[in-house]
C-alpha cells in the first residue's frame, strides 16, 4: 500500500484545518453533527459480532472498539475544555496520548454500551450548552500546547465535528473492508 493510499485511508473525510471565523451557519451545521453522532454510532455498532469489533479501517489502525472507546474519552475532554473555556481566561488545556489511551484495558472492552452511554450523555450536554452561549462566548479562547496555538471556541466545535464524521467513517471503513489490509 503506498503513502498515498494510508493517507486516504487514515482521513477518509479529509484532514482537518481550522477554520479562521467559522460562521453562524457553520455552527449550526456543527451542533447538527454533534446532535446525531451518538445515535449514528449507535446504530452503525449495535448489532456487531465479535470479529466485527476487531476490524481495523487500515493497518496499524485502531478497532472498531477502540475507535468508539476514544471518541468517549475524547469527547468527556472536549466538554471540559469548552468548560474551562467558558470560566476561565485563555486556559491552557491538558492534552493527551490518545494512543496510548487506546491501548488501556477499557480501551479494549467489545462491552461499548459505557462508551456510547458517555457519548449520550457528553453530546446532549455539548449541544445544550453550545445552543445557549452567546455569539461572543464562541469567540473565547484556550491554548492547546500540543498544537502551539490559541483556538476558538468556535473552532474547537466545527473540530468535534469533524471529529465525529471522520471516526465514523473510520468505522464504516473498516466494516466495508472487513478489516483485511
Not at 456487531?48 to 479501517?57: A, D, F, H, T
Not at 498544537?147 to 473498516?174: D, M, R, V
Request: glycine content about 4%; overall charge positive.
Amino acid at each position: 500500500m503506498n503513502k498515498q493510499e494510508l493517507e486516504k485511508l487514515k482521513f477518509p473525510i479529509g484532514k482537518f484545518y481550522f477554520p479562521t471565523n467559522p460562521t453562524h451557519a457553520d455552527i449550526e451545521r456543527s451542533l447538527r453533527i454533534l446532535r446525531s453522532f451518538p445515535m449514528q454510532i449507535e446504530a452503525i455498532t449495535g448489532c456487531l459480532k465479535s470479529i466485527e469489533l476487531n476490524y481495523r479501517y487500515r493497518p496499524e489502525g485502531w478497532t472498531i472498539k477502540q475507535v468508539v472507546h476514544h471518541c468517549a474519552d475524547s469527547h468527556i475532554n472536549c466538554i471540559m475544555r469548552f468548560k474551562l473555556t467558558l470560566t476561565e481566561d485563555v486556559p491552557t488545556i491538558k492534552p493527551y496520548d490518545q494512543n496510548k489511551w487506546a491501548q488501556l484495558p477499557d480501551a479494549q472492552s467489545e462491552d461499548l454500551s459505557s462508551s456510547i452511554k458517555i457519548l449520550f450523555g457528553v453530546h446532549a450536554r455539548l449541544v445544550s450548552l453550545l445552543e445557549s452561549i452567546s455569539n461572543e462566548s464562541y469567540k473565547r479562547k484556550f491554548i492547546h500546547p500540543g498544537l502551539g496555538k490559541e483556538i476558538t471556541l468556535a473552532q474547537n466545535t466545527t473540530l468535534y465535528a469533524w471529529h465525529s464524521q471522520h471516526h465514523y467513517a473510520h468505522i464504516e471503513q473498516a466494516l466495508k473492508y472487513r478489516g483485511n489490509f
